[in-house]
T-cell receptor
Framework: QQQVKQSPQSLIVQKGGISIINCAYE??????FPWYQQFPGKGPALLIA?????SEKKEGRFTISFNKSAKQFSLHIMDSQPGDSATYFC?????????????FGQGTELSVKP | DSGVTQTPKHLITATGQRVTLRCSPR?????VYWYQQSLDQGLQFLIQ???????AKGNILERFSAQQFPDLHSELNLSSLELGDSALYFC????????????FGPGTRLLVL
């Protein structure tokens, strides 16, 4: 119940295309859903985050779509660029007594071809 | 640069040994989190400290321990090391007790031979 399932495991997109990564969860107590971007040899960096009272959040070329009833959320990268090639992780956390631990999906390795 | 620093960057040691990983959070952040990243397990939460006190615990092995000092830096101690402990260890920090942005450090790559 504490899992976050992420797909696909890897994704190849042409430059200028749309990259879509999906995540699903079971625990309805999750209330914070961030996406992290990680380049090889670096730590994860926050890209964008959403809370379940919002169905969509957009920051530049990055959009999170959130479907509370389906317990799914996704990351859309518009106009994908070679510099977006990285591993993307979705995550979820529960507030309160369980602290702020993030439960991560397994990651998606994105490759944007020029 | 997230503002979170970790030392050392790389660590090579032998099975059975003990190592200490150090983390300095961003200025003003009171929470420190430790995560382990391996190829087979992905990013796994180990433990969280908030203002010097343990706040939450994940699947942290009994051979592993951590603490947060009065200046808010944290150390993760790994003992009786096994080959399977080879991984990237990340520290993250946040302002409050949880539910807000966590900023990750560059990580320590541990190799146990």
């Amino acid at each position: 119940q504490q899992q976050v399932k992420q797909s696909p495991q890897s994704l190849i997109v042409q430059k200028g295309g749309i990259s879509i990564i999906n995540c699903a969860y079971e625990n309805t107590a999750f209330d914070y859903f961030p996406w992290y971007q990680q380049f090889p040899g670096k730590g994860p960096a926050l890209l964008i985050a959403i809370r379940p009272d919002v169905s969509e959040k957009k920051e530049g070329r990055f959009t999170i779509s959130f479907n509370k009833s389906a317990k799914q959320f996704s990351l859309h990268i518009m106009d994908s660029q070679p510099g977006d090639s990285a591993t993307y992780f979705c995550a979820a956390s529960i507030p309160g007594n369980q602290g702020g631990k993030l439960i991560f999906g397994q990651g998606t390795e994105l490759s944007v071809k020029p | 640069d997230s503002g979170v620093t970790q030392t050392p960057k790389h660590l090579i040691t032998a099975t059975g040994q003990r190592v200490t990983l150090r983390c300095s959070p961003r200025s003003g952040d009171l929470s420190v989190y430790w995560y382990q990243q391996s190829l087979d397990q992905g990013l796994q939460f180990l433990i969280q400290y908030y203002n010097g006190e343990e706040r939450a615990k994940g699947n942290i092995l009994e051979r592993f321990s951590a603490q947060q000092f009065p200046d808010l830096h944290s150390e993760l101690n790994l003992s009786s090391l096994e080959l399977g402990d080879s991984a990237l260890y990340f520290c993250a920090s946040s302002t409050g007790q949880g539910g807000e942005t966590q900023y990750f450090g560059p990580g320590t790559r541990l190799l146990v031979l």
